[in-house]
């Protein structure tokens, strides 16, 4: 079965003013749908058409070579952006609760300390890539990945992850990356979070 692009679960303007509608509507309907229509593409023909896409992406080496490289970028943008899209809401901002926000808090020292730590990996991403906390089997890590490769390469499960490729905040934010992380936490969905931390953890 070929992988989609999933619908948004709010409106193109939703996360405005953090997030402006037409950057939402290129990133969903352009930017993904071209990672999918090349996944597609690469996997046509092969026993991993129809596998899972984490199985995918773990075994990126039984890939054949031919199609290794256009499998991992497009898989993990794939990944990528159907995670930025579930961790983002209209309701978004705020702080988190409970065993995250415990957990946050033995990890980094508080969710102001995280915070800083994810923006100062994605600042630092030289180029294009994302800024992450993930769960690494063991605890709470924040990682940076280059292009579009996901933690989920290494095992790891992402638990929220910042898009920094320039197309994610340029009409807004033109070369002002940092304003751009700042804002971001104003659309995080914690609960969202949350829920892949107990899934993870548990």
């Not at 579930?86 to 300390?113: D, Q, R, T, Y």
């Not at 009409?171 to 995080?188: F, G, K, T």
Request: without cysteine; charged residues 20%; negative net charge.
């Amino acid at each position: 079965m070929a992988f989609s692009v999933p619908d948004l679960a709010y409106p193109f303007d939703a996360l405005e003013p953090h997030i402006d509608a037409r950057t939402m509507e290129i990133h969903h309907d352009k930017h993904h749908a071209a990672y999918v229509t090349n996944l597609n593409a690469a996997l046509e023909g092969t026993p991993w058409a129809d596998r899972q896409l984490d199985e995918v992406l773990t075994n990126l080496d039984a890939i054949p070579e031919d199609k290794r490289m256009a499998v991992r970028n497009n898989g993990g943008g794939h990944a990528n952006h159907t995670l930025f899209w579930e961790i983002m809401g209209p309701n978004g901002g705020g702080e988190p609760s409970g065993a995250l926000a415990g957990a946050i808090s033995g990890a980094f020292g508080g969710v102001a300390e995280l915070k800083a730590a994810v923006n100062d990996a994605g600042v630092k991403r030289f180029g294009s890539g994302w800024t992450w906390l993930v769960w690494d089997g063991t605890g709470l890590v924040v990682k940076s990945t280059p292009n579009q490769d996901t933690p989920v390469m290494d095992g790891e499960v992402p638990l929220l992850g910042i898009d920094v490729w320039e197309h994610a905040y340029y009409l807004n934010y033109q070369n002002r990356r940092p304003d751009y992380l700042e804002a971001w936490w104003n659309v995080v969905d914690w609960s969202a979070v949350a829920t892949r931390f107990e899934s993870a953890s548990s």
